[in-house]
């Protein structure tokens, strides 16, 4: 284990401003605070995040990220708070460290491996700062240098599997080839351990029979190199088993078959050398077709350059050779770390973020925009949360995302029936906005319907056309619901037969071509009940419509207390929803109680409003469009919203005494605006949720009790 000392040197090595007083405290913190925590290995825990912060030093990382990587556990395994962190070394750090223990407590949940590219999109998502993800793939590939010391086998198989699946290509995906091949190497020995070891007998058998094949390769390749004047360093290596094995796999090879099983890396000191050092083996010896790749004139999306060739080499053996700079090399074994730090003349600039830049940039350079997007996810998630069902499986959705987003997400079936969501086991109102991680269960019930509440804050297309089109048909329901009532009533208010046979001869005067088609027009006002009811009655005198009008004006607009003369029983709202076919006019906000009168609107079925609205007086031409109506089972549907008028006095917490007053008597206030201000008053209109008009009158009531009120009415 690294001594503390010796951490403080590596990091001074390669950034003389590091802050020492803070990495001694860090490294004493971590020390103390696991205490006796043991390891698998028997060790003290703490030499767990020392060696942790140590990997971080290989990569050259700034003091805020090896203290984070001495401190990454304290908030997970022992009483640390994020708090204490930040007090003791700083806002950043925490952050750093809070950023890991999230992440430590998304690996808790178990994932599929089918979900492996979601749940990499989840890091990566959550992993706002790139260092928290540095540290985690540090953290990981120390766990794995451990991994033997486990006693269980399924539990060292499950950690295999998981850094094959998510970390290796993580670490792929930001370019850091050595930690990715490290972490594949361990996982793929202890998973597949018959294999691996046949590979490496394999291996062995050959470099005896070879006699030093690779050390006789590389004098020959040097020595091409220095005939034609390129300084050069080469070296050469057996390719990996795990890259031997999936190279047997995905070709269906015995390893046999497999040609080059060495690869040879030779690095120069500029991009000119590269090309002529290019030029010198592909003049010397054969090249083997398909085998050329140029990552220097276009880079991997994740920042890789290099010459990629095979060739028969020399000792005619099929080789793989890989040309490249020195820069070119750290960056490939490294990945951003490295990229950033050769930028910075390897001085540590660690409080501007700039290697985010740089990583972007990085990203951005890729050519092929499908790679671009495959590559620029650090960015690109942004856009996105990723939650789990509570089977484990990961939903990605977009940002801002709600439960009902998250349920049409699962199936359209569990979408259209959901009543609500236990987020994090807590029920949560469907509006919720998810976040990363989140863990969603969908309560359903076959009652339920999608709403037209819900086309507000749902962001997927999945969601709002399924309550789109679930609202169109609805609301056709509605409207045919309402007409048949509308219809019925008409006739027999003029004590005229209603049946579906006299309406089918006036099919052609609607253009309808079924009972339903001529309920849904005079539902939705296209048509009105009197145009059916004369063109099935055209000798029906119309003079009894003036009556009609009549009887409906009087009470608006003459003595409010004369009752309706309207034909029949009024209509109840009955069967329809507030919303669909019905629905309150703004202008005066009718509440359960007030006397109500509809008017039949074109397009939108009925608008209700209360009998001395001043709206209505725009209708008094149109009696065909009034509608009798009293309220039915919709009085149920609350809450409805009254609009009241007040004024206050102009002093402190007068304002707060009139909200207070209004929540004591179950009132919600749902909107408020200033209307007028002067020195001594405020003028406001209030918009209060109340379930029916007497509720309202006892809020006004209590209103006008209140000193801070000195004027309260009902708007309209
Ligand atoms: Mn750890």
């Not at 990587?69 to 809070?98: C, N, P, R, S, Y």
């Not at 590979?199 to 062995?204: C, P």
């Not at 009024?570 to 929803?577: S, V």
Request: net charge neutral; glycine share 6%; charged share 25%.
């Amino acid at each position: 284990m690294l001594r503390q000392y010796e951490l403080v040197d590596l990091v001074k090595s390669y950034d003389p401003d590091a802050d020492e007083d803070a990495l001694n405290r860090a490294y004493v913190f971590a020390m103390k605070k696991h205490g006796a925590q043991l390891r698998a290995s028997g060790d003290p825990y703490y030499s767990h995040p020392v060696e942790v912060a140590g990997i971080l030093t290989k990569f050259k990382l700034d003091s805020a990220s090896v203290i984070a990587g001495l401190l990454h556990d304290t908030v997970e395994d022992t009483d640390t708070t994020v708090e204490e962190i930040k007090g003791l070394f700083g806002e950043q750090v925490a952050q750093i460290v809070d950023g890991l223990t999230k992440l430590a407590m998304i690996e808790q949940k178990s994932v599929n491996n089918k979900q492996a590219e979601n749940f990499r999109k989840l890091l990566l998502a959550m992993s706002e700062d790139i260092r928290v993800l540095l540290i985690k793939l540090a953290d990981r590939l120390h766990n794995m240098r451990t991994l033997h010391f486990l006693k269980k086998p399924e539990k060292r198989a499950r950690i295999a599997r998981e850094t094959l699946d998510i970390y290796a290509p993580l670490a792929e995906r930001i370019g850091m080839q050595a930690v990715k091949s490290e972490l594949e190497e361990i996982a793929f020995a202890e998973l597949h351990k018959d294999a691996y070891e046949s590979i490496k007998a394999r291996l062995n058998f050959l470099r005896e029979q070879g006699s030093n094949l690779v050390p006789r390769i590389i004098a020959q390749l040097e020595k091409d190199m220095a005939e034609n004047d390129i300084k050069a360093s080469v070296s050469g290596r057996e390719k990996s088993p795990y890259s031997i094995w999936r190279k047997m796999q995905s070709k269906n090879a015995s390893f046999e078959q497999l040609s080059d099983i060495m690869a040879f890396r030779i690095i120069v000191d500029d991009v000119g050398a590269c090309y002529q050092a290019l030029g010198i083996v592909h003049s010397k010896y054969h090249m083997v077709p398909r085998r050329f790749k140029d990552y220097i004139s276009t880079p991997k999306p994740n920042g890789y350059k290099s010459i990629h060739t095979g060739i028969i080499g020399p000792e005619n053996t099929r080789i793989e050779v890989q040309i490249r700079t020195q820069e070119m090399h750290e960056v490939a074994e490294k990945g951003v770390a490295a990229h950033w730090a050769y930028k910075q003349g390897a001085k540590v600039v660690g409080r501007n973020f700039r290697w985010i830049r740089e990583l972007l940039e990085i990203l951005e350079q890729a050519s092929n925009p499908e790679e671009f997007l495959e590559n620029t996810k650090l960015e690109m998630y942004n856009d996105q949360v990723f939650c789990f069902t509570p089977k484990g499986d990961l939903i990605g959705l977009p940002i801002n995302s709600t439960p009902v987003d998250f349920a049409y997400a699962v199936h359209s079936s569990v979408g259209d029936t959901c009543v609500g969501a236990k987020i994090n086991g807590e029920i949560r109102p469907l509006r919720t906005v998810l976040q990363n991680g989140d863990q969603v269960e969908i309560l359903t019930s076959k009652a339920q319907h999608p709403s037209t509440e819900w086309d507000r804050f749902v962001v997927t297309g999945k969601a709002k056309a399924a309550i789109r089109r679930y609202v169109r048909a609805y609301k056709r329901d509605q409207f045919i619901t309402l007409g048949e009532q509308l219809l019925e009533k008409t006739f027999k208010g003029e004590n005229l037969e209603f049946n579906e046979k006299a309406l089918v001869n006036v099919f052609p005067n609607f253009e309808a071509e079924s009972i339903d088609d001529i309920y849904a027009k005079v539902g939705e006002g296209l048509v009105t009940a009197w145009d059916v009811l004369k063109a099935v009655y055209p000798a029906y005198k119309q003079s009894k419509l003036e009556k009609v009008v009549k009887s409906f004006k009087m009470p608006g607009f003459g003595k409010t207390t004369r009752k309706t003369k309207a034909k029949g029983e009024p209509l109840k709202i009955k069967g329809l929803i507030p919303g669909m076919a019905v629905h309150f006019a703004g202008c005066c906000h009718p509440l359960p109680g007030d006397r109500i009168v509809g008017i039949v609107t074109t397009g939108k079925g009925v608008a209700v409003h209360t009998i001395d609205c001043k709206q209505l007086e725009k209708y008094t031409e149109e009696p065909e469009r009034w509608l009798d109506i009293s309220w039915g089972e919709a009085a149920e549907d609350g809450p409805h919203v009254g609009r009241l008028k007040v004024m206050i006095t102009n002093e402190p917490g007068t304002l707060g005494e009139l909200s207070n007053l209004i929540a004591r008597n179950n009132g919600n206030i749902s909107n408020l605006n200033i209307t007028n201000r002067t020195v001594s008053y405020f003028e406001l209109l209030l918009d209060v949720e109340v379930k029916d008009l007497k509720h309202l009158t006892d809020i006004i009531a209590a209103l006008k009790a209140s000193k801070a009120v000195s004027y309260v009415a009902r708007a309209n």
